[in-house]
């Protein structure tokens, strides 16, 4: 017996691909997966803490202190103490995370091109649009059936 095809499922399944995309991507430009969200987190909010990017990332603390002690001691990463808390550090791009990060932008940014291709530009909007309505619908609606 299948399983019946869903929406939801459909949607996972994309999801998946796209990770398994993105995981490739940042291989290739030279970077461990774990490194990605960092990176990515700190080139569009510099000088955020390890707190910010773990809530961000959706990992505990502990699960991002590790990945950021690597990243410092590959010169991926600087700290810099809070002036306004000195238990607090701020995290921001050495030029070569920086360069990494306009890398993998530039990477997923032709990917997203390419999917605008594939499917339309006023299809992607009416997509964007729906997976937008059932966004709203999960977080509020769904959870009163």
């Known amino acids: 017996m299948s399983k ?15 990770n398994e995309y993105v995981r490739e991507v940042a291989l290739a430009v030279g970077i461990p997966d774990s490194y990605r969200p960092v990176i990515m987190f700190l080139h569009h909010h510099p000088g955020f803490s390890q707190r910010s990017i773990a809530e961000f990332v959706g990992v505990t603390t502990s699960a991002i202190n590790q990945v950021v002690k ?29 360069a990494v990060a306009s890398k993998l932008h ?6 997203d091109d390419a999917i605008t291709a594939l499917i339309g530009a006023e299809r992607e909007e009416e997509l964007m649009d729906l997976m937008d309505q059932l966004t709203k619908f999960i977080r509020k609606d769904l959870r009163q059936c």
């Open 4 to 18: 019946r095809r869903t929406l939801m499922r459909e949607l996972s399944r994309t999801r998946y691909a796209w």
């Open 70 to 98: 690597n990243m410092l001691e590959e010169n991926y990463l600087r700290k810099e103490t809070d002036p306004s808390d000195k238990r607090s550090c701020k995290l921001y791009l050495t030029e070569r995370g920086d």
């Open 106 to 111: 530039e990477k997923l940014s032709e990917a």
